[in-house]
């Protein structure tokens, strides 16, 4: 149950993407004390790609790259037509997606998940941050107060705002509305629906409900459909929201409350009441689809739909350190809005012990206040071996923490926390 990373690569790591798992697989047969070993190779891989061009020429020349976002497409699109009898048959709404693609990016600096939307007539494109722990899609307004004035992230440098003088589709929500919480925070006489959310970062977004249309794409081909969904239109952004790095364009909440925007869309019937999220750390894209209820060959943990708040509540049962079991009877949020784990005090403790009886290296003074445990590393070595980490949920599924540990310094030290997207409380 050990991992063996090899300077400098140690920030290689799993992937999430399950149809991604094959990349690299061997698998070994004993026959009549003979052993027999198979390399498995990806048949869409890179290395795939070159053996049919040696074999066929150039027929094969016109593959994606190998991890781009339109070798994600390739995948999906090849995955549909496998299964696009079983979906007609179900009798199920199509999958969509952005009408923009269904590509999302990830942020290494702040752990953060990110797409393209489109919005309004004519319609302009903003680049949104991808948060399951919260609700409300919001994007800046042209006559915002207190906005983030430019964007520059490494995806993208553009940034839009939201004018609804300008949009031919907008309409306006009002303290009547059923997606108006504040209805009595409404001003005297007002007709526009005021919103204000709190995030723990410390940050915050306010402004006024606004009704116009997103443009999605369905997965299996056709043209981009415009659905009506309600959103706000942000006046006024404080904390990190004004650097516009952590949230460059606006947010898109994707919970479970009725004003989010996967459940508007099922509720206009336009997709299934489920989306799904694939992320490819090592590359750093991944897709977002609407409607996708999953293989139903994958690994799943019921979502504990009675507690409130209503986010998407599991039960974590035991984590593995090093092939140790830990008891730790938790319920846990999974928040692509947060970037590291977090565990109660209690039960922090007991994987940590667990963490420094396996780790085999002499413990130090941490130089960072982030990080509980850290080691010396001998200067000589090349190569490190570190107990891996796994959650362990009920029914079964199991998640392998992509980073628990940092090399820092000059890399001599290595430093240990719980750094996947899973909140527990």
């Known amino acids: 149950m050990n991992f063996t990373g090899r300077f400098p690569n140690t920030s290689r790591h799993r992937t999430l993407a399950w149809w991604l798992l094959l990349l690299a697989a061997k698998s070994v047969d004993i026959v009549r004390g003979s052993l027999y070993s198979f390399e498995v190779t990806h048949r869409y891989s890179e290395k795939a790609r070159k053996e049919l061009q040696e074999r066929h020429g150039q027929a094969f020349q016109d593959w994606p790259q190998q991890g781009s976002p339109e070798f994600h497409d390739m995948l999906f699109f090849f995955d549909l037509r496998r299964h696009l009898g079983r979906i007609a048959a179900s009798k199920t709404p199509p999958l969509m997606a952005s009408s923009t693609g269904n590509t999302t990016y990830y942020n290494q600096y702040d752990g953060l998940q990110y797409t393209y939307i489109e919005i309004g007539t004519p319609s302009q494109a903003y680049f949104v941050a991808l948060d399951t722990g919260s609700d409300l899609l919001w994007l800046p307004c042209a006559h915002c107060v207190s906005c983030v004035a430019s964007v520059s992230t490494e995806f993208s440098s553009t940034y839009n705002v939201y004018d609804p003088a300008v949009s031919t589709t907008y309409k306006g929500v009002g303290c009547g509305s059923p997606y108006c919480d504040m209805a009595r925070q409404c001003a ?14 410390p940050a915050s977004s306010e402004g006024y409900l606004v009704d116009d249309v997103i443009y999605l794409t369905p997965q299996n081909g056709g043209d981009k459909i415009a659905i009506a969904i309600v959103f706000g239109c942000g006046t006024n952004q404080t904390g990190a929201f004004l650097n516009g790095s952590t949230v460059p364009n606006g947010l898109l909440g994707l919970g479970m409350r009725g004003i989010s925007t996967p459940s508007i869309l099922a509720r206009a019937q336009v997709v299934a009441n489920s989306f799904s999220m694939c992320f490819d750390y090592d590359v750093g894209t991944g897709r977002l689809v609407f409607g996708d209820r999953g293989s139903p060959h994958a690994e799943s943990t019921p979502i504990l739909t009675r507690l409130s708040p209503p986010y998407y509540w599991v039960s974590l049962t035991y984590v593995v350190v090093g092939g140790k079991h830990v008891l730790t009877p938790a319920v846990a949020i999974f928040d692509t809005g947060t970037t590291y784990t977090y ?3 209690t039960y922090y403790n007991k994987v940590a012990a667990a963490v420094d009886r396996a780790v085999p290296y002499q413990r130090m003074v941490s130089p960072v206040d982030a990080f509980d445990l850290c080691y010396a590393l001998d200067i000589d070595k ?7 980490i796994a959650l362990h ?3 079964g599924a199991k998640l392998e923490v992509i980073r628990p540990y940092v090399l820092i310094g000059d890399s001599q030290t290595i430093s240990w926390s719980i750094t996947a997207s899973l909140l527990i409380v």
């Open 393 to 395: 949920f009920s029914g």
């Open 188 to 201: 005297l006489g007002s007709t526009q629906c005021p919103y204000h959310l709190q995030y723990l970062s």
């Open 382 to 388: 090349t190569s490190v071996e570190l107990p891996a």
């Open 343 to 345: 565990l109660t005090t």
